[in-house]
């Protein structure tokens, strides 16, 4: 079994290069895990990150504005539970998404790359807050 310490060539996600790949270990946080690396390809140093880890998807929590209370707990629901109820519940069909459209609350957009999504508030005139199934997005409009 291979020992790893400063000097030594490892793996790791390149956040210049966006790639995995090769790097010397700069600093450790203790014994068994790589602090800082130097891409060998770029020379940028950055913090180590595992290519073998996998990502976790954050779950977005919201917490809904007109809430119940149980047992003094705000009740929660998560991003892709409300994009279901707001669907739902919403009777107009969806309209495909364009920067030149003005759009109000509750209106429903078919954008090209996240999919169907719900107006939930108008930021200012020419943005809005568009609820997709994982997650808010701002988008730009009436231009």
């Given at each position: 079994?291979?020992?790893?310490?400063?000097?030594?060539?490892?793996?790791?996600?390149?956040?210049?290069?966006?790639?995995?790949?090769?790097?010397?270990?700069?600093?450790?946080?203790?014994?068994?895990?790589?602090?800082?690396?130097?891409?060998?390809?770029?020379?940028?140093?950055?913090?180590?990150?595992?290519?073998?880890?996998?990502?976790?998807?954050?779950?977005?929590?919201?917490?809904?504005?007109?809430?119940?209370?149980?047992?003094?707990?705000?009740?929660?629901?998560?991003?892709?539970?409300?994009?279901?109820?707001?669907?739902?519940?919403?009777?107009?069909?969806?309209?495909?998404?364009?920067?030149?459209?003005?759009?109000?609350?509750?209106d429903v957009i078919?954008?090209?790359?996240?999919?169907?999504?719900?107006?939930?508030?108008?930021?200012?005139?020419?943005?809005?807050?568009?609820?997709?199934?994982?997650?808010?997005?701002?988008?730009?409009?009436?231009?």
């Amino acid at each position: 079994m291979s020992t790893i310490g400063v000097g030594k060539e490892i793996l790791s996600q390149c956040n210049k290069c966006k790639l995995i790949l090769a790097h010397i270990i700069v600093t450790m946080k203790d014994a068994t895990d790589p602090d800082k690396v130097m891409c060998k390809t770029c020379k940028g140093t950055h913090s180590y990150k595992d290519p073998s880890a996998k990502k976790k998807k954050a779950t977005i929590e919201k917490v809904i504005k007109n809430h119940k209370v149980a047992g003094g707990k705000k009740i929660t629901q998560s991003v892709a539970e409300i994009w279901t109820q707001a669907l739902n519940s919403s009777q107009a069909p969806a309209v495909a998404y364009s920067i030149r459209t003005n759009y109000k609350k509750g209106d429903v957009i078919a954008h090209p790359n996240f999919g169907d999504g719900i107006v939930e508030r108008l930021i200012d005139s020419n943005k809005i807050e568009v609820l997709f199934k994982d997650e808010y997005k701002t988008l730009l409009h009436n231009k």
